[in-house]
């Protein structure tokens, strides 16, 4: 390393200046770390973050191959003991399961009504991969419905499917979420009705609920009451609350 | 008039002064999302010896039920900490500075030697240029570390777009227990750190921010004053 000799003055001026960029380097820092701490929310998140949030969606999701697969596992190794998380949308007592059917709201405004029995004669994938929860954890899972790109074959929701998202929503409108058409065609994105082999238990989202393996849990929606599709994004539930829309991963 | 040494380029004191909120925003933003599924623990017969963490540890530093928050700012500050780790490594490698810092074949042998002289075992000082051995070991490992952190991390948060990570990693479980290990990591290495800096002295430590060092004028070698091994030019 450089020796040299200094006087002392140059000493203290070059000690002082150092110093002097520092303190203020820093309190520049805090006050913006301060003015961050402080901002104005945007949906729940202070709005540079739900900016960054955006731009990440962006990035990332420039990335998304909708071709690609997520890694899925032998029946075998799914757990028994499927975790139950969040009741919103699943708490209407007057929900009446056998009656229930898909309210899917068409492009030009025409709604169509589908029966769990019409769903069911679709050809059915069964998908075991590991559901992620945005808490952190994560299960082996088996689930088995008709593929998105499926139903949309069938329907002829070509028109449908052209849109940028697809928003579904509980009949009771306590939960709903909205998702991106290249996540929704993946092919393992099912409408799902089955669990372990048998139809999804009440808690679960019977009689349909979502399973998009490219998401995280928060938007596989349990108990889809109406599906529909927009330009526009969606409302979705934990958005508004300060989450990331996209979750997508 | 007083000789002194320029022992850290302005590059490395900005990179070394930025990485330090950032790094500490994003220990304190992870810890806002790990308490949403808090698993690890280490036990011993069945039981929690340690608990990461206790209840009373969330309540003092306010954590709970800030998972949303935590996620926005963990995402926003990586880039900080990705591009600041970039710059520098980039400027290490092709300013010349890698040659203080990468441990050499000695260094192994030698860091020991180095741990028993701070801990008033050994008398004798090895000799070093700018880093001693064990700090070269030190600070090449956190990059190692920081590195790390960026593999693990993505593959938590895009497992399926970057599922080579996630599987290199060893599973998205594992994924995360590397993750939250090598955090545990930094903490451990923060508390060494700054043991060690207030061990050497101010004058050590105020050339972290003016970049130069007073040489004392004696011939004792004391832990802040560095001997030279080669003669390279810079400014």
Known sequence: MKEKTLSDKEIRWRSLTSFA?????????????????????????????RKSFLANEVIFGGLFNETKLVKTYPVTEAVKQVR????????????????????????????????????????????????????????????????????????????????????????????????DMPSMIQPQTILCYEMNGRPLPLNQGYPLRLIIPVKYGIKHLKRIGTMFFSDSRPPDYWPERGYDYYSGH | MKKVVSKHPLAVRWFHWVNFPVLAVMIWSGLLIYWANDVYAIKYGGKDFIKFFPKGFYEALHIPFRLAEGMAYHFFFMWLFFINGLLYVLYTIFSGEWRYLLPQKKSWREAWLVVLHDLRIRKVKPPQTKYNAAQRIAYTSIIVMGLGSVITGLAIYQPVTFSFFTTICGGYEAAHLEHFILTIGYCLFFLVHLAQVIFAGWRNFQSMITGFEIIKPTAETTDSSPSAETNTSRS
């Open chain 1, 84 to 179: 139950v998380n969040g009741s919103y949308g699943l708490n209407d007592p007057s929900f009446k399961p056998d009656t229930w059917k898909l309210k899917l709201v068409k492009a030009a405004g025409d709604t169509l009504f589908v029966s769990l029995d019409d769903i069911k004669k679709l050809p059915k994938t069964d998908v075991v991969f590991d559901f992620k929860c945005i808490e952190g954890w994560s299960q082996k899972t088996w689930w088995g419905g008709v593929t998105f790109k499926d139903f949309v074959k069938h329907y002829g929701l070509q028109n449908e499917a052209e849109k940028t998202y697809a928003g579904l929503v509980t009949p009771d409108k306590g939960y709903y979420v909205g998702i």
């Open chain 1, 21 to 49: 960029v520092f303190i203020i380097c820093g309190c520049v820092a805090y006050f913006t770390w301060k003015g961050l701490r402080n901002q104005e929310k945007e949906a729940g998140a202070p709005k540079t973050l």
